[in-house]
């Protein structure tokens, strides 16, 4: 575990901002020892908010004044050209520079891409970013699914660079050699989807370093037959908001029956422990946090609708990447690629 771990923060962002940030950064540095966090934004309402918390003079949480925010109506390509004291910018702006080893944003999602991709640059070799994040399946270990909203189009060098990308994030994550991949499709047959995805299928299928197991459909998705699913930003961001309205609605069909007559309640009360871990187990806001994977640096995406216990959960996410070092292992397997590439293009 590392000793001297920072992270920077979008304190403004989000639909509810300091309302759910400073109480997770509070719980988030009281909970990791090793954790400090550089809070950007104004000062005024994030030291009034710290105030209310009784951790205004917290050791490990620093403020960065920030003038400028963010707002989720921002047109991304303005946001990057006149937004550039903003609370968004400036976290990023200390990852460049080192102070931070990590940012995490609850704001707006388009923005965050164009900033992240203009300040921190791409990883040599890599076209594009691609947003990823764990979901829970029916085996023990979750499904890493990418891409979900960074790229609406994607062609086939694209998806086989997020295979990559994902067997790295995913490798690390469920701490196997040869995690299983597969592409999102409309069927498991060869000759389903469009071009690009069977060339996708073609170009995975010859890489070393990715373990293709073939085509997974949408009801694949939590059966855990694959630790990672490939697919493009339209598609995988419908599918992940699709699970997420699915499990909110499933607990609360299963509290509104529970609660209808006395002798449901009484089932309730026994079954209790058993309904608390199913609800551990689907609750969205444990998985918040999509890692903008391919950069020069660890940005991970909250949810802007996160609430404090889900943006803790992004933070954690943040310190776990940063111990992994993503983006320096994700940089060596692209240069692995290269070189074989290069040598069998020779040979």
């Known amino acids: 575990m ?21 109480p997770a950064a509070v719980n988030a540095v009281n909970a990791n020892a090793n954790l400090r966090l550089i809070l950007c934004g104004n000062e005024q309402v994030i030291s009034k908010e710290l105030e209310s918390l009784d951790s205004l003079s917290h050791p490990r949480l620093t403020i960065r004044h920030c003038s400028e925010v963010v707002t989720n109506g921002c047109e991304p390509a303005l946001a990057v050209r006149s937004k550039k004291d903003s609370s968004m910018r400036v976290a990023l702006d200390l990852v460049k520079s080192g102070e931070a080893q990590a940012c995490v944003s609850a704001g707006n999602t388009g923005a965050l891409l164009f900033m992240a991709h203009y300040v921190l640059k791409m990883l040599p070799g890599v076209k594009r970013p691609a947003l990823i994040s764990a979901v829970p399946t029916e085996q023990k270990h979750p499904v890493y699914l990418l891409d979900l909203g960074a790229n609406v189009h994607c062609d086939a060098q694209t998806l086989y660079q997020f295979g990559i990308m994902g067997s790295v994030v995913a490798g690390q994550a469920l701490g196997c050699d040869n995690p299983k991949v597969s592409l999102l499709n409309i069927g498991s047959e060869d000759i389903k989807g ?41 598609v995988g961001n419908v599918a992940l908001k699709t699970c997420e309205g699915i499990a ?73 990447e940063v111990e992994r070092q993503l983006p320096e292992k994700i940089a060596a397997i692209f240069e692995q690629t290269h070189s074989t590439k290069k040598v069998t293009a020779d040979e």
């Not at 170009?203 to 990715?210: P, R």
């Not at 609660?259 to 689907?282: D, E, G, N, T």
């Not at 609430?307 to 992004?314: D, I, L, N, V």
């Open 248 to 320: 909110k609605l499933i607990m609360f069909k299963l509290t509104k029956a529970l609660r209808k007559h006395f002798f449901y309640k009484c089932m309730a009360f026994m079954l209790r422990p058993v309904i608390k871990k199913l609800y551990k187990r689907v609750n969205p806001d444990q998985y918040n946090g999509a890692s903008l994977v391919g950069l020069r640096g660890i940005v991970v995406k909250s949810h802007g609708n996160a609430s404090a216990k889900a943006f803790h959960a992004a933070i954690d996410e943040a310190a776990r």
């Open 194 to 234: 469009h071009e690009d995805i069977k060339q996708a299928a073609q170009l995975m299928q010859q890489c070393d370093y990715i373990n293709y197991t073939g085509y997974s459909e949408g009801s694949d998705i939590f059966t855990g037959k694959s630790d990672v699913i490939v697919c493009e930003g339209f």
């Open 2 to 22: 590392l000793t001297n771990l920072t992270i920077a923060l979008d304190m403004m962002g989000g639909d509810y901002g300091p309302r759910s940030s400073i």
